[in-house]
């Protein structure tokens, strides 16, 4: 795929053990590669609630950072953004839109 010229998009939900392995066995192709971290909340308990068993925000940012440090190319989404979701007083009534 390298080889071949390609560029590379990476989008994950990473852990920061996992991403440590990536960024520095893919590293001689970091020209050609992206990550694209999605961080849908800062707030821990949002996540668990809507993304269950998946990194927390701490091990997302500091992947962000991670592959920044390592000279990668790097982007966050952010769909959906969660935050305002779980704050509001109706969210258990189903007033998730108001």
């Known amino acids: ?10 989008t ?10 990536t960024v520095s066995a893919l590293w001689k192709y970091k020209e050609k ?8 909340s800062i707030d821990d308990f949002t996540l668990e609630i809507w993304e269950k068993n998946t990194p927390r925000f701490k ?3 500091l992947s ?3 592959a920044n440090d390592f000279g990668y190319k790097t982007n966050v989404s952010t ?4 935050n305002n979701y ?3 007083n109706n969210f258990f009534e189903g007033d998730l839109y108001k």
């Open 59 to 61: 091990d997302r940012f």
């Open 64 to 66: 962000l950072q991670l």
């Open 79 to 82: 769909e959906p953004l969660l």
């Open 33 to 40: 590669i992206q990550y694209r971290i999605t961080i849908t």
């Open 86 to 88: 779980v704050k509001s």
């Open 1 to 10: 795929m390298f080889k071949a010229g390609n560029d590379v998009l990476i």
């Open 12 to 21: 994950t939900k990473p852990y920061l053990a996992t991403l440590t392995k």
